[in-house]
């Protein structure tokens, strides 16, 4: 007979509580912990989820977060909105967020920058984490797998100005846009630039501060400006796993 404590831990967390050491927490101070991490957060979740396309189960929003035109966004359960983050849905396709997707602090998110030229849009893939002051602009379609991380200040930059021609302002000669894709189990680190038409294929690693400017190959390290492989992580140690889709299955799934 599990205690009152599992419980709401496995309600909160999805998984059992097992400590590894004999310091445990109190029922009380695990009901305090919840609330302070997220209590209004699922308060204003449960009060707008509904405004949102699709909305499969908890929802968290932080506080100030922006959200323009939920009804093209579609969000699995227990995604989390951090606190200022700011999401538009407008776009060809919408904005999707898998399974316990979490958007760190401060995040920025859009598909479209003006009305009349709505981008192609997002999909984020289950268990994701993007971290706090992310970029994402998904002009050209941004498909990101599922398990990745990234780290602070990441920015996918899925559109380019044009500026062909010097008689014309830049801002008047329309943009050019690619898509990105990251595939999964990626990790990302602080302060990366993803620029447009970049695949980042399954089991790479960019460093902090690169800017990637062409394809990553599976299971590489890259790191800089722009970004060079430095190593290369080995892909022997994965287990095989019959239901774990190849990269090209990605946008498939998406
Ligand atoms: C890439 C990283 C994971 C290290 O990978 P690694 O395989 O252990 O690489 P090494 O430390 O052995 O470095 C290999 C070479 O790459 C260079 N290098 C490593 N990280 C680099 C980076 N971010 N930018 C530029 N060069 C880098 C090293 O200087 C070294 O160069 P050298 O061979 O000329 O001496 C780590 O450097 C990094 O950037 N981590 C991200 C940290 C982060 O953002 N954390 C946030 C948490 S989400």
């Not at 967390?13 to 590894?20: A, I, K, N, V, W």
């Not at 929003?61 to 989390?80: D, E, M, Q, T």
């Not at 190593?231 to 287990?239: T, Y």
Request: hydrophobic share 40%; charged share 20%.
């Amino acid at each position: 007979m599990k205690s009152i404590k599992h419980k709401i831990f496995r309600v909160a967390f999805g998984r059992d509580y097992s400590p590894s050491q004999d310091k445990q927490v109190t029922v009380r101070e695990l009901l305090y912990y919840l609330w302070k991490r997220g209590g209004w957060s699922f308060l204003r979740g449960l009060f707008l989820r509904h405004r949102f396309k699709e909305c499969g189960g908890r929802l968290l929003i932080g506080k100030s977060v922006n959200i323009l035109f939920p009804k093209y966004i579609s969000l699995g359960k227990n995604v989390a909105l951090g606190d200022y983050t700011y999401v538009n849905g407008f776009s060809q396709e919408g904005l999707r967020l898998g399974n316990n997707v979490r958007i760190r602090e401060h995040g920025w998110i859009q598909a479209t920058s003006t009305l009349e030229n709505p981008g192609k849009g997002l999909v984020i893939l289950d268990n994701t984490y993007i971290g706090p002051r992310c970029i994402i602009g998904a002009g050209g379609g941004i498909t990101i797998g599922s398990n990745v991380t990234t780290g602070a200040g990441v920015e996918l930059l899925a559109e380019d100005h044009m500026f062909s021609d010097a008689k014309l302002p830049i801002n008047e000669q329309g943009v050019a846009r690619k898509g990105i894709v990251i595939e999964d189990d990626v990790w990302i680190g602080n302060r990366v630039i993803v620029l447009d038409g970049v695949r980042v294929s399954r089991g790479a690693v960019i460093g902090a501060g690169s800017i990637v400017t062409k394809d990553v190959p599976p299971d590489t390290i890259v790191a800089g400006n722009p970004a060079r492989v430095i190593g290369q992580r080995d892909s022997s140690l994965r287990a095989a796993d019959p239901f774990s889709p190849l990269p090209g299955d990605l946008d498939a799934r998406s």
